[in-house]
């Protein structure tokens, strides 16, 4: 059975960091694409970062590029994401996602609230 567990969400002040983290189990992690997308209140599900089985070829959405990095380590079956300067118009749910440009939430995702 495959089980995706995001964790890591919180709220953070403009500008801060999170790192989100997503442990894997029940599938062969290293040979799969994945991903983490997001999705705000009232709104449809973005994808956010890609990364392939190597972990050596991230992709990024346009509006999170140069600001998050997408990282795995598939002796721990677990996939990252960085964010940094944070911006209000990251607040969402976010959650990994199998394949490059995935969207298909499976886990519960991990709450990403940036305020002042």
């Known amino acids: 059975q495959v089980q995706l567990v995001e964790s890591g969400g919180g709220m953070v002040q403009p500008g801060g960091s999170l790192r989100l983290s997503c442990a894997a189990s029940g599938l062969l992690f290293g040979r799969l694409h994945m991903s983490w997308a997001r999705q705000a209140p009232g709104k449809g599900p973005e994808w956010v970062a890609g990364?392939?089985?190597?972990?050596?070829?991230?992709i990024y959405a346009d509006t999170v590029k140069g600001r998050f990095a997408i990282s795995r380590d598939n002796a721990r079956n677990t996939l990252y994401l960085q964010m940094n300067n944070l911006k209000p118009e990251d607040t969402a749910l976010y959650y990994c996602?199998?394949?490059?440009?995935?969207?298909?939430?499976r886990g519960q995702g991990t709450q990403v609230t940036v305020s002042s």
């Open positions: 990364v392939n089985p190597g972990g050596d070829t991230p």
């Open positions: 996602a199998l394949g490059p440009t995935a969207i298909f939430r």
